[in-house]
Structure formats: C-alpha cells, structure tokens
C-alpha cells in the first residue's frame, strides 16, 4: 500500500476530491445530494471548515475547503463527512449491514498561490461540463459556480464554448 504523506497547514486552502466506491453513483439523486450537504453542514459544527467552492457529480465530488482550526487538518473533516453520511445515507435508503459507499482514500492538494487557486476553481466548475453533464457550468445545480459568477469571479457564458485554458491538461479525479 503507497504511503501517502498529507500536509497539514493551518488556514491553509486544500483541493479535495472524493470519489465513490467503485464510481456507483450513489449521488445522482437531488436527495443523495442534499443530504450529503446537509451532513457537510452538520459536521461544520464539529470541525470548523469553510468551503470556498464546490462540485458534487453522481459520484465525485470537488471541494476547495479551509479548514478553521490550529491543526489544519483536513482528513478529520474528510473521515467526518464520509462516516455520518455513510451511516444517514444507510438510515434514508434503509439499508443494514455493510455499505462501502467511498473510495478509501481521498485525492487533496495544498493551494499554494493566486494562480494555483485560480485553476483549480476553475477545475472545480468545468468539471460538469467536462463530464458531459451539462454544456454550461450555470447549468449545473451542485455547484457553487453561479455564486461566484454572480460576484463577478466569471464572465456569463465562461466555460460553455470550450475547456478554459487555465484548466488544460488537468486531471484530479
């Protein structure tokens, strides 16, 4: 088993991405996605985090999250968010026993700069389009890319005609 090394920095921005066990998507439905939020919020008072963007796709996800502790340490957020959802999503879809809903491991990345931020909240907001979900990331309910568009972070019509030059050659999942 490869011994991955994490760094925890605190205040710093990490790029998740958390992908479901062998790619079922098990976060297709608008209620699989409002529960898994519901669970993001509910673990916010436990471990405080902020999400500075987000993607939520049948079965992956993308976050840019800061995490508002001295530790900086993310992957109690990450086994925090994929525990209780585990166990609600179980009670909502009754089901008993073992359920291996998440990969067992999670993809992250330290943000180390403007530029740095900058593509990969791009990435964070193609990636529906870049999947063949929808042709506009406006178009795409999970995602927090028309909050950002309605700041001005985005140009309307970013990301309809083609992949964004910043995002080329990217690949998180």
């Known amino acids: 088993m490869p011994n991955f090394r994490r ?64 530790s900086g340490d993310f992957s109690a957020v990450m086994h925090s968010i994929k525990r209780n959802y585990t166990l609600n999503y179980k009670k909502a879809h009754h089901v008993d026993g073992h359920l291996a809903l998440w990969q067992e491991r999670f993809w992250d990345h330290v943000i180390r700069d403007e530029d740095d931020l900058s593509r990969h909240m791009d990435y964070v907001h193609y990636n529906p389009v870049k ?11 999970y995602s927090t890319y028309l909050h950002w568009e309605q700041r001005g972070y985005y140009e309307p019509g970013w990301g309809q005609l083609c992949e964004p030059d910043s995002i080329t050659g990217m690949d998180v999942e």
């Not at 919020?41 to 993308?62: C, D, M, S, T, W």
């Open 7 to 70: 760094y925890y920095i605190p205040g710093a921005l990490v790029f998740i991405t958390g992908v479901t066990y062998g790619r079922i998507p098990r976060l297709s439905s608008a209620d699989d996605v409002d529960l898994l939020l519901h669970t993001m919020r509910l673990v916010q008072g436990k471990h405080l985090y902020n999400l500075l963007a987000y993607v939520i796709l049948p079965e992956h996800f993308h976050w840019l999250m800061r995490v508002n502790d001295p």
């Open 131 to 141: 999947h063949g979900h929808v042709l506009s990331p406006g178009d795409w309910a």
